[in-house]
């Protein structure tokens, strides 16, 4: 009996140690729990985070200061005998006029021969111009172009004949060019803009209106940006934009006329160029308007000079056509002599001239580079 006993017990025990195994044996198996756990794997998250890959923002912001005329070298240049042409958009307005004169005084400076070939606002003209050019055997060529899309038409062939380019006023959407003489156009647009603004609410309103070069050229691009900005700024509303077709005083007339019509409210005109200043004032003086719109213009001219002193035109941001055009002569002779160009774009100073500032030392050396003395008094 007791044997039987402790065989019953005996067979307890091993069901008993058999059971236990099974239920402790899927632990290991739970291990994968840990697997699954992503707590490593979605380290990633640290790598996905842009923190040094967005470090480029600040190489992309421009650091070197923009390089002006005032700092060209003349040093090494030796051109006498050489010859170069002038690729002139048009001649029937002043300011490409006064470029041509700049070009004429670097040449007569530096014994140099020139020739103008003018485009007449044809971008299929201007190419023939630069083949007639690269056919005359000229050493260089200075370019103030139809519009920035048309430089490839003298660019590219000058560039297959090994003849240097410079662009005066109007820049370029490619840049196989020497060195670009251009203006602060940005800063000019958000000066203008800024001194407009003042004068509008000075006189009760909040809008303006915009006579514009065509905005196919980089120059009439950055203008308007630097307006756009400086009317945010100030609270200011563009009302409508306008470009000219062919810059003329006369369409110059239609535009402001047209403008003035729609929009009654607006106490500020900005003028991008000279014959859009001049015909704004015109159009004030004939509606009875004076003194009660402002004009800020552009460019420059003994007539808008009068302008500015007599208080019909509230402001005007110059530019150096002369200036432009000399010193893109100087730079094409700087390549003729086998010298590096100073900067690929330099920039000619304009600042903003009022009937306040307008005798004062500095503004006076401007003008005297914006059109020739022969044209009218400063």
Request: proline share 5%.
């Amino acid at each position: 009996m007791k044997k039987l006993i402790a065989l019953i017990l005996a067979l307890m025990m091993v069901f008993s140690l058999a059971a236990c195994g099974q239920s402790a044996a899927p632990a290991p198996a739970a291990a994968p729990a840990e697997e699954a756990a992503p707590a490593e794997e979605a380290a990633p998250a640290e790598e996905a985070a842009p923190a040094e890959e967005a470090a480029p923002a600040e190489e992309a912001a421009p650091a070197q200061e923009n390089f002006y005329t005032d700092n060209i070298s003349k040093d090494g240049i030796s051109v006498e005998g050489k010859k170069i042409v002038y690729l002139a958009p048009s001649l029937d307005i002043e300011y490409w006029q006064w470029v041509e004169d700049g070009v004429r005084l670097a040449c007569e400076e530096f014994g140099a021969e020139y020739t103008t070939l003018v485009a007449e606002n044809s971008d299929s003209k201007q190419a023939n111009n630069a083949e007639t050019a690269v056919t005359m055997g000229v050493d260089a060529v200075v370019l103030s172009p139809v519009s920035s899309t048309s430089c490839a038409s003298v660019l590219d062939p000058c560039e297959d004949e090994g003849i240097p380019v410079t662009i005066a006023a109007i820049g370029s959407t490619t840049d196989n060019y020497f060195c670009f003489i251009s203006a602060d156009d940005y800063s000019s647009g958000y000066d203008a803009g800024t001194y407009l603004c003042q004068k509008a609410k000075d006189l009760g309103g909040d809008s303006i209106v915009v006579i514009s070069l065509p905005l196919d050229r980089d120059n009439a691009k950055a203008k308007m940006a630097g307006l756009e900005l400086a009317c945010q700024e100030n609270g200011v509303t563009i009302a409508q934009v306008s470009q000219t077709k062919d810059l003329t005083v006369s369409d110059s007339t239609n535009i402001c006329n047209d403008l003035l019509t729609a929009h009654p409210e607006a106490t500020g005109i900005y003028c991008m160029y000279e014959q859009a200043g001049l015909a704004a004032v015109d159009c004030l003086d004939i509606a009875g308007l004076t003194g009660k719109v402002a004009v800020v213009s552009s460019d420059g001219s003994p007539q808008s000079t009068v302008y500015l002193r007599d208080g019909r035109m509230a402001g005007q941001v110059v530019q150096e056509a002369v200036g432009q055009g000399y010193w893109a002569a100087v730079e094409a002779f700087k390549a003729i002599s086998g010298l590096e160009a100073d900067a690929k774009i330099i920039q000619t100073p304009e600042p903003l001239v009022t009937g306040e500032n307008i005798d004062d030392p500095a503004v006076q050396a401007v003008l005297a580079l914006t059109y020739p003395a022969s044209a009218g008094a400063y």
